[in-house]
């Protein structure tokens, strides 16, 4: 029997709300009869206290600087699983043997071209278009043309439709890249590995052979691994709210990316790396960026700073500057970017406004830097993180699909607006 707890209204009514407690012992007062049983609501602006799902995909400790996906911590996938294999174990709830990995990569080659008629998309989009706008109409797109994408949970379905979004939106990604910079498309090559082959779509060009640099292969299998799952942040909660209505994979998807793409979200990584230059330009002065952060007036905001549940390091923050200093080491890159986010990281650590409020850098801080230093534009960022998230958002919309409690997801309000009123005829109008 579960435990309860026990409400006492103003107006003497009681309610007992049972208490649900995870697999981690995090605990959570149900609520899903409250409305019923006492005709009030809950009121929680951004969902700061408020859980709208059980999922059984990832665990972080906020407190505690803890990530793990389906219980394997980040920092060991980080140094021993590939991306592939992390979308896997995200999507299926294992690690794969190797019949099933090597299925599952097969699977992702056999899909990476995007329909012909598709390319003819790019010659529209605007050569000033956001690779993220691209990205979010090519994937929304796709359910133009995998016209059985339905919204049910048939899983022979998800699994293709899984395989193609993988391998479709790295090729669409690469594929906006081209466009933005006037070079020919790249095809997927079939005998080369999702990293390398991505890179090779990237920066490949038909005048000369191309190989991907082992260093930049490995640094980017690290960064979409790192960025592959959250839990319920705001793209992920998206892609389940539009799941939720029964909206196919891609729809619920495009929608995703388009949540990321926000500033204060996934569209952070960019600003971050515009920011740091800023900061260069003005001489490396910290001090004075760190004082405008602080100030209410100033609408300036460190990025790469803070997080909703992270009240510690973020674990993928750590992980990622150390990879900064080896991967640029390897390639033999000087970036004095490097330099000024590591003395704004420890300005603002020693100061109590970011002490106190629990600001540590988080996942965009720096990993823009290696971005830039394997050749990926500024403006692509947000685009990377939208294909390592990927899985994650595969993967959340698979375990809603499949959960029997899942409805469309419709949050109530408190009505403050005006009472009755009668209509004004246009004749009586001010
Ligand atoms: C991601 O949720 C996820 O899991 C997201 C993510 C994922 O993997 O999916 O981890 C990816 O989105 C990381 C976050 C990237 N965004 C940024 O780096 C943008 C800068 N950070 C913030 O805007 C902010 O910290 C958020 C959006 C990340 C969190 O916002 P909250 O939880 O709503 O916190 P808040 O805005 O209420 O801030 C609390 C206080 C405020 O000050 P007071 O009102 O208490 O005086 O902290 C201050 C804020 O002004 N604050 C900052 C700050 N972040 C918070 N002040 C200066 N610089 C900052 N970056």
Request: proline letters at 4%; aromatic letters at 10%.
């Amino acid at each position: 029997m579960n435990d309860v707890a026990k409400l006492v209204l103003p107006d003497g009514q009681t309610a007992e709300l049972p208490i649900i407690e995870g697999s981690e012992k995090e605990k959570a007062l149900d609520i899903s009869k409250l409305r019923a049983q006492t005709g009030y609501v809950t009121l929680d602006p951004g969902f700061v206290n408020t859980g709208s799902c059980q999922s059984a995909i990832t665990f972080l400790d906020g407190e505690k600087g803890i990530l793990r996906y389906r219980g394997i911590s980040i920092e060991e996938l980080a140094e021993k699983s590939s991306f592939l294999e992390v979308a896997y174990l995200l999507i299926n709830g294992n690690l794969p043997n190797q019949t099933e990995m090597n299925g599952f990569s097969d699977s992702i080659s056999t899909h990476a071209l995007i329909n012909e008629d598709m390319k003819r998309f790019y010659e529209n989009f605007s050569s000033r278009a956001h690779p993220m706008a691209i990205l979010s109409a090519m994937v929304s797109s796709l359910s133009a043309y995998y016209t059985e994408a339905t919204g049910g949970a048939n899983i022979d379905d998800l699994q293709l439709n899984a395989a193609r979004l993988m391998a479709k939106v790295s090729t669409i990604a690469s594929f906006s890249y081209k466009k933005s910079i006037g070079q020919p498309f790249v095809y997927p090559q079939d005998k080369l590995s999702y990293c390398e082959n991505f890179l090779n779509m990237m920066f490949a060009v038909p005048t000369t052979e191309y190989e991907a640099d082992p260093v930049v292969v490995d640094a980017l299998n690290l960064l979409l691994i790192l960025h592959a799952d959250h839990e319920q942040n705001c793209s992920t909660s998206t892609v389940r709210v539009v799941g939720s209505s029964q909206a196919n994979v891609y729809a619920s998807v495009a929608s995703g990316i388009l949540a990321l793409w926000g500033p204060l979200h996934g569209g952070a990584n960019q600003q971050v790396l515009l920011m740091l230059q800023q900061i260069h330009e003005a001489g490396g002065d910290v001090d004075k960026f760190v004082a405008m952060a602080k100030d209410k007036d100033s609408e300036f905001r460190l990025m790469g700073f803070g997080h909703r549940v992270y009240k510690n390091f973020d674990p993928r923050a750590t992980i990622i500057k150390k990879a900064c200093d080896r991967v640029l080491e390897k390639m033999g890159v000087d970036d004095p970017l490097l330099d000024i986010a590591k003395k704004l990281e420890a300005r603002a650590l020693e100061d109590e406004y970011f002490v106190k409020r629990k600001l540590y850098p988080n996942v965009d801080f720096y990993s823009g830097i290696i971005y830039r230093a394997i050749g990926i534009p500024t403006n692509m960022f947000t685009v990377m993180f939208s294909l390592g998230r990927l899985p994650g958002w595969i993967a959340q919309w698979k375990e809603m699909m499949e959960d029997p409690q899942n409805r469309i997801a419709r949050p109530r309000q408190i009505y403050t607006g005006s009472q009755l009123v009668q209509y004004t005829p246009m004749s009586e109008r001010g």
